[in-house]
């Protein structure tokens, strides 16, 4: 039990102006008799009925279904409210009640003082997470932030974290106790009744705690960056988090490190969450899953169908990942954020179909050479809401729908795809009669190293051949002389059909205007990217014997500490060191300098 004031809680209301917006964006969809509850609820209970209309909104946006190239509209807005419980632990000095307990924390620090350092936490947190769910806000304007986060609790304890699974006998190391954490808190009531989504734990990475970055409860199961798994038979029933009838995801955020590798963390999440729901499409385009020379042959003995990649990077990028930016050259460029040299990517027009994306010869630049900066415009190119992506007959899904409601999002399906609309109807341009008789074109600084083909059409236009009517191109501040979606109807229909998106010139959406109402165009057939095999001459990562412990994420495991590198070599990673080894056998955790 802990004594009253070894707590404080704070409970973060929303104002009732809140309640009356969302009665009246949402009045079509709630019934007679829903309104006449409200109303009646409104003046008796303010503040209990704000808390119970910020649930989470089960039913998709994305309700409406229709078929690809006539999507129904869908509103430019719908921001979700991610409502977070914040839970503290600041173990007291004995000696001073002000201070933290040096001991166990490992820092000498007030109390107080790290109470301001977590609140700016959760303010950074708060802010870029929900201005990385904005799809492409970096280039349009009109997109918005598709989850807000909200702290709807905030706890802080005093204590020490309550211990449970042993990871290390010998270094007498644990993970928290989350599974009484959460108890304590009656999380299956905030989850399913009050439309918490999320727990943010903060605390101490030092001592005999080790944390998890996440954890997740939900009835597919632990799909998330912890180990061992919340089904691991090693993994006491007490230690787990309940299951609720909602989903929710437990982050546990050093509080000793900065909201960097918070953010960090939390595109770790995305990544199991993608990695569950289409591994091919995630791992083998949008993003790459690298691995050091001659490891990839073990990454895809534990798991075939994830595409795995390793140096040299002689081939196009998307958007990278978490610890790689797309212009990476070898595994030293790791966390690496301000790389200048130039490489070949397509992720600010990803698509997965190569024919309708556009790669660039690109830098740094493009994020502003920050570490935030890559995590938000990577973050931002996640197909999400509104994305208008359109593939095989399906659409893609919004993926912050996966992060948002986990079991909502895999109940419609294990897939990326499907047939809801993701897309609303934005202001055109002026209808173009001809096409242009040559596309606009730029000179870039480095010459590309990759080839890239110029499209060519019929200086004849779109009308001589007979097959389409008109073509309706926008800008979507795509940059000069290119334009980002529009529309097209075809001579031997009248119906309107929409263009993939993604910033091209007006002679390429003319094209795809041409082969979809059947007039053969003179434009080039579209190159893939190069299939990577490892090569023949890699040299393997000097073995240092070191003994994997536990499961960091997806086939990588944390290293036993204390063992050093070979000469001239050095670890794998900061923070925690990694190794590809399966549990328990002796793996490379070194990697050359």
């Not at 924390?105 to 790290?114: L, Q």
């Not at 007498?172 to 989350?178: A, D, K, S």
């Not at 791992?283 to 790459?288: A, L, T, V």
Request: proline content about 6%.
């Amino acid at each position: 039990m802990f004594k009253i004031n070894d707590i404080v809680n704070i409970s973060m209301l929303n104002k009732f102006s809140n309640l009356k917006v969302f009665i009246q964006n949402n009045k079509k969809r709630l019934s007679l008799s829903g309104l006449v509850i409200l109303a009646i609820a409104i003046p008796v209970t303010i503040v209990l009925t704000q808390q119970q209309q910020d649930l989470r909104q089960r039913a998709s946006v994305n309700s409406d279904t229709g078929g690809v190239g006539s999507q129904t509209p869908i509103p430019e807005t719908a921001t979700k409210n991610a409502n977070v419980l914040v839970l503290s632990y600041y173990p007291r000095d004995t000696r001073n009640s002000k201070n933290l307990n040096a001991t166990i924390t490992g820092e000498t620090t007030t109390v107080a003082s790290k109470q301001s350092y977590v609140n700016s936490l959760i303010s950074q947190l708060t802010t870029n997470l929900s201005k990385g769910s904005a799809y492409h806000q970096y280039k349009n304007s009109k997109s918005q932030p598709y989850l807000k986060y909200t702290v709807f609790q905030k706890k802080d304890f005093f204590t020490e974290i309550p211990r449970g699974h042993l990871l290390d006998q010998d270094r007498g190391i644990y993970r928290p106790n989350y599974g009484k954490i959460v108890k304590d808190q009656n999380i299956c009531d905030l989850v399913d009744n009050k439309g918490v989504t999320e727990v943010w734990m903060f605390g101490y990475h030092f001592g005999d705690i080790e944390p998890d970055e996440s954890r997740m409860s939900s009835k597919y199961g632990d799909i998330s960056n912890s180990g061992p798994k919340e089904n691991d038979p090693s993994y006491l029933p007490e230690y787990r988090l309940p299951i609720c009838k909602n989903a929710y995801v437990l982050y546990n955020y050093n509080y000793q490190r900065s909201g960097l590798e918070m953010v960090h963390n939390r595109i770790h999440q995305l990544e199991n969450v993608m990695y569950y729901v289409d591994k091919t499409l995630f791992w083998g385009d949008f993003s790459e899953y690298i691995q050091a020379p001659g490891g990839c042959a073990g990454a895809l003995a534990q798991d075939p169908n994830r595409p795995c990649k390793e140096p040299p990077h002689n081939y196009n990028s998307s958007c990278g990942n978490s610890h790689y930016t797309p212009n990476w050259q070898s595994m030293t460029d790791e966390y690496i954020y301000n790389k200048t040299n130039n490489a070949m990517n397509n992720c600010e027009t990803w698509h997965p179909d190569e024919s309708k994306t556009t790669y660039v010869n690109a830098n740094c630049n493009q994020w502003g050479c920050t570490e935030l900066g890559y995590y938000n415009w990577y973050m931002q190119n996640v197909p999400g809401y509104n994305s208008c992506i359109t593939h095989n007959g399906l659409n893609m899904r919004n993926w912050w729908d996966g992060i948002y409601d986990f079991n909502g999002f895999v109940d419609k399906g294990r897939s990326a795809y499907s047939t809801d609309s993701n897309c609303s109807q934005l202001t055109a341009l002026p209808t173009l009669t001809t096409a242009p008789t040559k596309p606009p074109t730029s000179t870039p600084t480095k010459p590309p190293t990759a080839p890239t083909a110029t499209p060519k059409i019929s200086p004849t236009g779109i009308t001589s051949q007979g097959g389409v009517s008109s073509v309706t191109l926008n800008t979507e501040s795509c940059t000069s002389g290119l334009f980002g979606s529009g529309n097209y109807r075809c001579t031997s229909s009248s119906t309107t059909r929409s263009f993939s998106a993604g910033c091209k010139t007006a002679a390429s959406f003319v094209a795809e205007a041409n082969a979809n109402c059947g007039v053969s165009a003179s434009t080039p057939a579209p190159t893939a990217k190069p299939t990577v095999k490892p090569a023949a001459t890699s040299t393997p990562v000097p073995a240092a014997s070191i003994r994997c412990l536990t499961q960091y994420t997806g086939v990588t495991y944390t290293c036993k500490a204390g063992t050093s590198c070979p000469s001239g070599d050095v670890r794998n990673s900061r923070g925690t060191n990694e190794c590809t080894a399966k549990l328990g056998q002796t793996a490379s955790c070194c990697r050359p300098r």
